[in-house]
């Protein structure tokens, strides 16, 4: 089995909950691969330490987690997670391990960064649009490192389209507001409805009047790579 990744020397005592492992199929090709390329314990942690670095301050992070429950089982999709205020469940399926066997150890390690973040990150109380949610979980991917080989900063229509797409524009957000902008973005939404004000508040300009300099910065970028 590969190395873990190394951690910094000096981290902080971020809240690590119970974190339990169940797999529904040990004959499955996806169970042996996971095991094969994963330190399960390792990895959840990792992943927890992922939701907080990039979304908490150690004085900020929050502790009401208790438990995370990785499920591995057959079914067709990526991932998803659910549960309660204190105990999260994840469940990865065995069909999608197998299928990224080639590259099996970041690919899982990635999935788990989404899925953690999902446990932790603010919604604005149910009232954050899909794809912000989902961008916000692979923005902290994209920064952990986990980026998968088909993943490209895009234009298109919609800066809420979610995922890889939502993760860049997140993440020029923050590039071009200061490190502590999507921070703020998910601690807005602790306590307060989602509001598209909000993208004022914390980067100066309306979310569409970012859109447009994000894409045209993209369209910059590009023309110079040609």
Known sequence: MPPPRKLPAIRPAWH?????LRIEDLDHKGATIFLENTNPREALNIAVEASYTWLYTPSTAPTHIKSITLVLRSFEGIAYTFGTQTDKEIHFSLDYIASSASRARDEIQGVLVHEVVHCYQYNGNDTCPGGLVEGIADFVRLKAGYVPPHWRPGGGDRWD??????????????RRCGKDTIRNLNAHMRESSYDENIFTTIAGSS????????REDLEKHNGRSK
């Open 16 to 20: 690590i909950p119970n974190l339990l």
């Open 207 to 214: 979310v569409d009047t970012l859109w447009d300099l994000y």
């Open 161 to 174: 389209a979610g995922y890889d797409a939502t993760a860049y524009f997140l993440d020029w957000i923050e």
